[in-house]
């Protein structure tokens, strides 16, 4: 399902690529969609509505600039992939490419984003 979606919050846009899997393409159905949060360590998280997966689909850990859903949250990680080992059950939806980081990094630490469907942005 190779398609994108854009990430927005205090005057920053950023671009993200949807993975083919069936968490992604369910959340994809969602947006656009806006969501409170905090920042938790090396990325954000926000509260999100249990959707659809496939148990065969999560992993163990995640790369700085996936974005997830796992418990409830869905996360941006921009951080700390190096210790992510311990985390189970990571459902990843979508990835941030490298050069996009330095622009969540410096998001404050409450933060509202607004996720959209790139293929609708008019």
């Not at 854009?6 to 993975?19: F, I």
């Not at 921009?78 to 459902?91: K, L, P, R, T, V």
Request: hydrophobic share 40%; glycine share 14%; aromatic share 8%.
């Amino acid at each position: 399902m190779k398609g994108g979606i854009l990430l927005s919050a205090g005057g920053v846009r950023v671009p993200a690529v949807l993975n083919d899997t069936v968490a992604a393409r369910d959340f994809k159905r969602r947006l656009p969609l806006a969501v409170s949060g905090t920042r938790s360590g090396g990325g954000y998280r926000f509260p999100a509505a249990v959707g659809c997966f496939d148990p065969e689909e999560t992993q163990i850990g995640w790369k700085n600039g996936d974005i997830a859903i796992s418990g409830g949250w869905l996360r941006v990680f921009f951080d700390g992939e190096e210790a992510s080992e311990n985390s189970a059950g990571i459902m990843v939806i979508a990835h941030i490419g490298e050069e996009a980081l330095d622009f969540i990094k410096k998001l404050p630490d409450n933060v509202r984003l607004k996720i959209e469907d790139e293929d609708r942005i008019i």
